[in-house]
């Protein structure tokens, strides 16, 4: 932050914590603060201002104070998006009638108002509507704003075309489109006749060396497709100094935008045309190509689903995929939640690595590859360690999870994390203490200034931002943790139906001395701590607040749990960001079907949950199929671990009108068997260890699903050549592939489904030994009921019952030492049963990591599934 900035930062907080400011100061100083893109403080500044008392006499200060205080408003990416365009509404309508004003300025942030509606909503009748305004301002005369309302009006045109040709309308609106066209076409013609003369006129000279007045003129230029005069109007305005770099990035975007409608209009990139348009964009960049293609591809986020290691495995196939094609570089921003956090998190220390390591120019392809390649070798390594069992594994983490009530499973399974997987990149960390802030990072090569959202578009490397999902049980909202900043996203919250507060996102240097060092691990292990299995993650003491109905505030308690519970394909933290191309993958326990569904007091709740996650999960696909129809979003690729099974109609008994019996090919469109699909798509969910042949058969399965969905042009734009990489899990394809599976890997992985008992499950040997336990137990448990048949089994005494209310309530006080104090026996054997129950946790932990989990290990090998293969059952790789 530059010193200037500093200071109009310091000042802003000044004002806001009550120093009084004049309207025209504060205009001023929120000019200075947009300029540095800090645009939620500009309007918190316009707000004192515009209750300022002077303002009631001065009519005109009143309108410029409320049009910057509107634009602030509907820009500011802290508020919640519907209440923000409502709010800027409102605004501009207390000072003027929004449907008979001529004001221009009021007319263009009108337009802008709406037509942001409509990136959130992909409903036309909402760019229609910015359309409106944006003409009335147009009617006002080119001159008087410049051509603000005339170039958005003929953008906005050209955009209502483009809506009808992406959704394949009739003819008789396939001509509107040209219509409009051709009405976009004149507004053009008009600007390029008028603004020219402008600076000529008296007053008006400073206009030449202004940005927005040059832009105007290229971009019209630009879409007249009069190129070599958009060139020297854009270059211009490129050599002017002090623009902010947001201005510019706005204006190559638009000029982006333009191009590619210009494509799909008739166009092909092969046209002389379309290279000339390329080529003054290009000069317009200063020759950068990284800028270039992020304008024209736009922002790409990638969408890590939930669903245990099962899920990581699975994603890393789809990484691979991305390294081949070399698309993992131009990620922007990384949402991830539950298992899709624990990969997430370690490819993002990955990449960390690689920019701290390597300038932007040095980094290709190559490098994205063996990030993936080690990810494949070390990440397996880790989840082979058993998080799940290490919990109880060691003993003095045990009597920790008794005697302190502020540490959960949750926070030791966090600790796991970092030490069993996240260690073993190669950062020289090591197992120290990861936290979020060690996330921010610049680049090799960059300035110190470095902010990956205002940076990014110029760099052909992009830094992502890593966002962990997890759920707030406080609100029932989503719950964000980034690099920079924690808490409860604005976007996403529709005020018309929700009325519970938010918990506001804070930048972490801002937050209570506690928190400003979250560790990565406790952020993954909330976003992956499922409900009933694992404790939520706590955070006391970060909110307050004043309840309405209460005399004294209210400190909430945070429950976080599972990011799944609200959102399990991280999919909205993705259109928050304003991606347009979106890479998900789906590898979450999608609901199956059943014949007898229960009808117990618990099986009913849980399927009934089952049936609600699977809507949500529908609702959101249906909703990104949506937007891709309507040109919101350019490109999307979904993957998931159901690809190709298809639903089939069941005939009620005695149906004289059968369905035709369906035909179904062995192998599914992206070359997997469809009984192992099946079979895979039922893997737990769990965060135990996983075999080789589970590992390798889920990253297979990934990368095939990837790989077909890639085939297709989903993206809006052309990927890498793509060519195969030496994958290790490679050698599981001729078993997913194979037309005839192979009993012995089938089995393997119907054992895979199953939470408990899987080694017991794969060798006979353990299966005799249990039938021999089972029936010495049972003896044993006769002989000790025959011995005691007359005993009593339960003598409670009034007194007992008493004491035990009593110290109940002492404990609901807080003063359950009183009761320890007063039963220093009963204490004394709770501590020894505490030691014993830890030590007991601790020895059955151990056996199982250091005897059963490596027989399991051992069974799943790949290497031995082959081995036991007939030589008539080899097959092929595809």
Request: with cysteine.
């Amino acid at each position: 932050m530059t010193n200037d900035l500093e200071q109009s930062v310091q000042q802003a907080r000044d004002i806001i914590a009550g120093r009084d400011v004049s309207p025209s100061d504060a205009l001023s100083l929120a000019q200075r603060l947009m300029k540095g893109r800090r645009i939620g403080l500009a309007r918190k500044v316009l707000a004192r201002a515009a209750a300022h008392d002077s303002l009631r006499q001065d009519a005109a200060l009143r309108l410029r104070v409320a049009q910057r205080q509107a634009l602030c408003t509907y820009k500011d990416p802290d508020l919640q998006e519907e209440i923000k365009l409502d709010a800027a509404q409102s605004i501009l309508s207390e000072v003027e009638d929004l449907e008979t004003t001529v004001n221009q300025e009021t007319l263009g942030l009108a337009g802008a108002i709406y037509k942001r509606r409509w990136e959130q909503t992909a409903q036309v009748r909402e760019l229609e509507t910015a359309l409106t305004y944006y003409y009335r301002g147009l009617e006002q005369g080119i001159a008087g704003d410049v051509g603000y309302t005339a170039i958005n009006a003929a953008f906005v045109l050209d955009q209502l075309a483009d809506q009808q040709r992406i959704a394949g309308q009739p003819e008789a609106l396939q001509s509107l489109a040209a219509h409009r066209q051709a009405l976009a076409r004149g507004i053009r013609e008009q600007i390029v006749e008028i603004l020219p003369g402008l600076p000529a006129q008296p007053g008006k000279a400073e206009l030449s060396g202004t940005w927005w007045y040059l832009v105007t003129l290229g971009e019209a230029f630009f879409g007249l497709g009069r190129f070599e005069e958009a060139r020297q109007w854009l270059l211009r305005a490129a050599a002017l100094g002090g623009v902010p770099d947001w201005e510019r990035e706005s204006t190559a975007r638009q000029l982006g935008a333009l191009l590619l409608m210009r494509q799909r209009a008739g166009g092909t990139p092969d046209e002389p045309a379309h290279a000339e348009a390329v080529a003054v964009l290009r000069e317009f960049l200063g020759q950068d190509a990284a800028a270039l293609e992020s304008v024209l591809r736009g922002r790409v986020g990638l969408a890590l689903s939930g669903g245990g290691f099962r899920a990581s495995l699975y994603h890393i196939g789809v990484l691979a995929r991305l390294a081949e094609l070399d698309l993992l570089r131009h990620v922007e921003y990384l949402s991830c939640v539950s298992g899709g956090s624990i990969i997430g998190a370690h490819y993002y220390l990955e990449v960390q690595r690689l920019l701290q390591s390597k300038k932007d120019e040095e980094i290709g392809r190559d490098d994205y590859i063996k990030i993936v390649k080690d990810i494949e070798r070390e990440f397996v390594a880790g989840v082979g360690t058993n998080i799940r069992t290490r919990i109880a594994a060691e003993w003095w983490t045990n009597l920790k999870l008794i005697f302190k009530p502020s540490y959960s499973r949750t926070l030791r399974a966090g600790e796991l994390y970092e030490e069993k997987i996240f260690s073993r990149v190669a950062d020289e960390r090591g197992n120290e203490p990861r936290h979020l802030s060690d996330l921010m990072f610049t680049p090799k090569g960059a300035d110190d200034d470095f902010s990956p959202k205002d940076c990014n578009w110029r760099r052909s490397a992009k830094v992502p931002i890593l966002v962990l999902n997890a759920t707030s049980l406080n609100t029932g909202h989503n719950w964000q943790f980034t690099a920079s900043w924690m808490g409860e996203p604005p976007a996403g919250i529709n005020a018309e139906v929700d009325a519970n507060y938010r918990l506001r996102r804070m930048y972490l240097g801002d937050a209570p001395e506690a928190y400003r060092q979250i560790r990565l691990g406790h952020a993954v292990a909330a976003s992956s701590c499922v409900p009933g299995i694992f404790e939520p993650l706590s955070l006391p003491d970060l909110y307050e607040r004043m309840p309405g109905e209460k005399r004294s505030a209210v400190r909430p308690l945070v429950r976080l749990v599972d990011g799944g519970v609200f959102d399990n394909q991280g999919t909205a933290a993705l259109l928050e960001q304003g991606c347009s191309v979106l890479l998900v993958s789906d590898a979450s326990g999608q609901m199956d079907d059943c014949d007898f569904p229960s009808n117990g007091l618990l099986g009913v709740p849980l399927r009934a949950n089952s049936i609600l996650q699977a809507r949500v999960r529908v609702s959101q696909f249906e909703e990104l199929a949506s937007r891709r129809r309507g040109g919101l979003l350019k490109g999307l690729m979904f993957v998931h671990l159901k690809q190709g099974l298809d639903n089939q109609p069941v005939d009620w008994i005695g149906c004289t009108d059968p369905s035709p019996t369906p035909v179904e090919m062995p192998i599914l469109p992206h070359g997997v068997q469809r009984q192992v699909q099946r079979r895979l798509a039922a893997i737990r969910t769990d965060l135990d260890s996983f075999s080789e042949i589970e590992a390798k058969s889920l990253m297979g399965c990934g990368y095939l699903s990837t790989v077909h969905a890639l085939k297709r042009p989903v993206l809006g734009f052309a990927a890498g050549p793509g060519q195969r990489h030496d994958w290790d899990f490679l050698k599981v394809l001729p078993l997913l592939s194979d037309p005839r599976p192979d009993p012995a890997y089938l089995r393997q992985l119907d054992v895979a489904g199953k939470l408990f008992f899987k080694v017991w499950m794969l060798m006979r040997q353990l299966q005799l030994l249990a039938g021999v336990l089972a029936m010495a137990l049972l003896g044993i448990a006769l002989r000790v009921a025959w011995l005691q048949w007359d005993q009593p089994v339960l003598n409670l005494k009034v007194s007992d019952f008493a004491i035990g209310l009593a110290l109940a309530a002492l404990s609901a006080l807080g003063l359950g030492f009183i009761g320890k104090a007063l039963r220093f026996r009963k204490t004394a054997n709770d501590v020894l049963i505490g030691v014993g129950a830890a030590t007991l946790g601790f020895l059955v932990a151990r056996l199982h990591l250091h005897v059963l989990d490596r027989l399991f290990l051992h069974q799943g090998r790949l290497d031995r599934l082959k081995d036991n293969r007939p030589p008539s059952a080899a097959r092929p790789a595809p």
